[in-house]
């Protein structure tokens, strides 16, 4: 079965202001699966982001191709759906409004089926409560569920997140990664998860990308073979110590 989602040894060059460029990431090439979890950890610099933005056609590789199920993404598409590290969200606007956002900014208009669809996700996200809130009125956990329940309106194939907890406290940081995993098992997508944090990705993922610093390379690609569905439980499992370990090493040693 071929892959749904390939990097085809893709390089990326950033022009800079003086005239010369940075090599943000040479040569990386990994497939992720429909339906697959994939977490990308590495340190600061390494072209994580950079990732993330050629896959969601916001950027075209200087060498190689992005591949969503045999084509090659040009442009941005409907079907990959981002959730950024600040959920931005238009802090006029009630939760239900901001989760309709992109309809309305896209089409102008906001149907009767479009309402219903947006309050089942708002549901699915645990914020039946809170549709008419305003920003101001949630937590920062609370309005991360609302940049994802807007990433998940348009139903997108492939989910990209990019350190979308980073700005939450630990605690709050835990509990939206259990969270995450509860929709994702409820309404599966692909996922391309951007992470600094080594056990959030060992949590989450089928498979780890280990990044080396810049210009990025995969050092490894680690399949965490961890029972699903995970817990807190799974945190104290001797083999996730031992994926802990193995991905800390990589980056400590690179």
């Known amino acids: 079965m071929n ?3 390939s990097f085809n040894n893709v390089s990326h060059r950033y022009a800079l202001a003086n005239g010369s460029a940075m090599q943000a990431l040479t040569d990386v090439s990994f497939t992720i699966d429909r339906h697959e979890f994939v977490a990308v950890v590495g340190p600061s610099g390494c072209g994580k982001s950079t990732l993330l933005r050629l896959l969601s056609g916001l950027l075209k590789p200087s060498e190689g191709q992005v591949e969503v199920f045999n084509q090659t993404i040009t442009q941005p598409r409907d079907d990959i759906g981002i959730v950024f590290q600040k959920p931005t969200l238009l802090p006029w606007k009630t939760v239900l409004d901001n989760v309709l956002f992109p309809l309305h900014h896209k089409y102008g208009k906001v149907t009767d089926k479009d309402r219903k669809f947006a309050q089942q996700i708002i ?3 645990g914020l039946q409560d809170f549709m008419e809130r ?3 009125q949630l937590s920062g956990g609370m ?3 609302v940049g994802i329940a807007r990433a998940l309106l348009l139903n997108p194939d492939i989910l990209i997140m ?6 939450l406290d630990a605690l709050t940081r835990e509990q939206m990664g259990f969270e995450l995993l509860r929709i994702w098992e ?3 997508k692909t996922v391309l998860f951007i992470t600094h944090s080594i056990s959030e990705a060992v949590l989450l993922a089928d498979k780890v990308l280990v990044m080396s610093a810049r210009p990025g390379c995969v050092l490894e690609q680690i399949a965490i ?3 699903r569905s995970r817990s807190l439980d799974t945190m104290q499992l001797p083999a996730f110590s031992d994926y802990t370990r193995r991905i ?7």
């Open 3 to 5: 892959p749904f989602v």
């Open 123 to 125: 549901n699915t996200v």
């Open 134 to 136: 305003l920003p101001d």
């Open 143 to 145: 309005q991360q569920r």
């Open 162 to 167: 990019d350190e979308p907890f980073s700005a």
């Open 186 to 188: 409820e309404k599966p």
């Open 225 to 227: 073979d961890l029972p």
């Open 248 to 254: 800390r090493a990589h980056i400590y040693q690179g």
